[in-house]
């Protein structure tokens, strides 16, 4: 069984930096695409971020616009490690982070929160302004 550990989360100000992590521990993918999503109180949860992989090679990386230019995605294939730097941080970024993780997914549907088979539990990230 796959499971997806997040990390990082935290109050920070607003112009401020956090780096996210995303742990997976069971069975290896040798390919894989990732996510990171984010809830707000009130609202439905959102894309953020995706990514993916074959081997050791990022194939593709995409980002919502509202992150675009501030969030980075990377991946540590040797730890089983994802990392989601945030800089430029907004009042409008605080949610709850959550990494999804599949192996078998289409690239053209991994915009798409249902399509994932694991999920972390989330970290929260809380921006003051």
């Known amino acids: 069984q796959v499971q997806l550990v997040e990390s990082g989360g935290g109050l920070v100000q607003a112009g401020g930096s956090l780096r996210l992590s995303c742990a997976a521990s069971?069975?290896?993918?040798?390919?894989?695409?990732m996510g990171w999503f984010r809830q707000a109180p009130g609202k439905e949860r959102e894309f953020v971020v995706r990514?993916?992989?074959?081997?050791?090679?990022?194939?593709?990386?995409e980002y919502a616009d509202s992150v675009k230019g501030r969030f980075t995605i990377s991946r540590d294939s040797a730890k089983n490690l994802v990392w989601l730097q945030m800089n430029s941080l907004k009042p409008e970024d605080t949610a709850v982070y959550y990494c999804?993780?599949?192996?078998?997914?289409?690239?053209?549907?991994?915009?798409?929160?249902?399509?994932?088979?694991?999920w972390g539990q989330g970290t929260q990230v809380t921006i003051s302004s």
């Open positions: 990514l993916r992989w074959s081997g050791g090679v990022t194939l593709s990386a």
């Open positions: 999804a993780a599949d192996p078998g997914l289409n690239w053209g549907r991994s915009r798409t929160e249902d399509a994932y088979s694991y």
């Open positions: 069971g069975p290896s993918f040798s390919s894989a695409t």
